[in-house]
Nanobody, 122 residues
Framework: QVQLVESGGGLVQAGGSLRLSCSAS????????MGWFRQAPTKEREFVGA??????TTYYADSVKGRFTISKAKNTVYLQMNSLKPEDTAVYYC?????????????????WGQGTQVAVSS
């Protein structure tokens, strides 16, 4: 199993940038697909992006494509967020999936971090 801890959230003005980090312990990340999700108040948890476990192929929701970038190094996964918009305001979660295939479905991920708050002001 793996334990995940997110960090890097905060308050930023529209058009600004943040980089979220997800640090893993207990097991190497090389055995997992890593995903990022977000959830705004009263909204369903939404897929943001994912990175494959073998070759680092990335996938993004249309709403963030071209603005957000996922990368990983050692036991840390990053979500670089640029050109932030007020509608990006949410709690952001990283998640790990015990599979060779990436997924956009939250119920297909096995481990979750505690979440980190991102607030974007207009």
């Amino acid at each position: 199993q793996v334990q995940l801890v997110e960090s890097g959230g905060g308050l930023v003005q529209a058009g600004g940038s943040l980089r979220l980090s997800c640090s893993a312990s207990g097991r190497t990340l090389s055995g997992y697909v890593m995903g990022w999700f977000r959830q705004a108040p009263t909204k369903e948890r939404e897929f943001v992006g994912a990175i494959s476990r073998s070759f680092g192929t990335t996938y993004y929701a249309d709403s963030v494509k071209g603005r957000f970038t996922i990368s990983k190094a050692k036991n840390t996964v990053y979500l670089q967020m640029n050109s932030l918009k007020p509608e990006d305001t949410a709690v952001y979660y990283c998640a790990a999936r015990s599979s060779s295939l990436s997924s956009r479905r939250s119920d297909e991920y096995d481990y979750w971090g505690q979440g980190t708050q991102v607030a974007v002001s207009s």
